[in-house]
């Protein structure tokens, strides 16, 4: 069942909180066309994130529909099935593991194929990179990852959905010589988006407890609620 706030152009207004709990990685899109306002909203949103010392060193390509889009879209999808074939094949999602069509696995292979096969059909995807300042390191993620967050927040606030991934990394080459990108440049993610066909929910994870310690490593903290849940 769609989600009320994916359905039309007016979204209802949407808690932070209950953002942050209900933004679901969206791969099942609607090739419909986002608006500007939409588009505009969400990476306004994006470039509001925190970076280090404020150099604000964040960039976005956003790829809709004009003649070199089509083909970077293209050149994605072909690197997006390659990356799911790999996948799917080391992870177990082929055989035996999906023969019940109603378990996880097979739900999620589903999905998986789905998402690489239509690809081309996303209509935004947004390449985020960071303009580099310096040599690369471990932390530098620190200065674009908040800002993908941000968007994939925005764009939950909006009615639209999307998904962080890096399978751009198996055409990289290609892609930076056809979108004139720069040595300098790092393409941290690539994040397709749109409308979600279905809609978003309660996230999966573990309880609270399970990730929380107090005053030393492994010791649980006793203030937190028994059963995980923050109301």
Not at 157 to 176: F, N, P, S
Request: proline residues 9%; contains cysteine; glycine residues 8%.
């Amino acid at each position: 069942m769609d989600d009320p706030r994916t359905s039309h152009g007016s979204p209802e207004p949407l808690d932070v909180l209950e953002a942050i709990a209900t933004t679901r990685a969206i791969r099942r899109i609607r090739p419909d066309p986002v608006s500007d306002d939409d588009l505009a909203a969400v990476l306004f949103a994006a470039t509001r994130a925190p970076s280090g010392s404020n150099r604000q060193p964040f960039r976005f390509l956003v790829l809709r529909d004009g003649p070199i889009a089509a083909q970077a879209k293209a050149l994605l999808a072909r690197g997006f099935r390659a990356g799911w074939d790999a996948k799917s094949a080391a992870d177990g999602y082929t055989g035996a593991a999906t023969a019940d069509p109603t378990s996880r696995k097979a739900r999620m292979a589903r999905t998986m194929q789905e998402f690489v096969d239509t690809f081309q059909d996303v209509p935004v995807v947004v390449l985020p990179c960071l303009v580099r300042y310096r040599e690369p390191s471990s932390y530098e993620g620190a200065s674009i990852y908040p800002a993908c967050q941000n968007l994939l927040l925005a764009a939950r606030a909006r009615g639209l959905g999307g998904v962080l991934t890096e399978w751009h990394a198996l055409v990289e080459k290609e892609l930076r010589a056809l979108l004139d990108i720069p040595d300098g440049v790092f393409i941290a993610a690539t994040i397709p988006l749109g409308r979600p066909r279905g809609g978003h929910g309660p996230v999966r994870r573990r309880p609270l407890t399970d990730f929380v310690y107090d005053d030393r490593w492994g010791q649980p903290a006793p203030w937190l609620p028994a059963d995980g849940e923050v109301g």
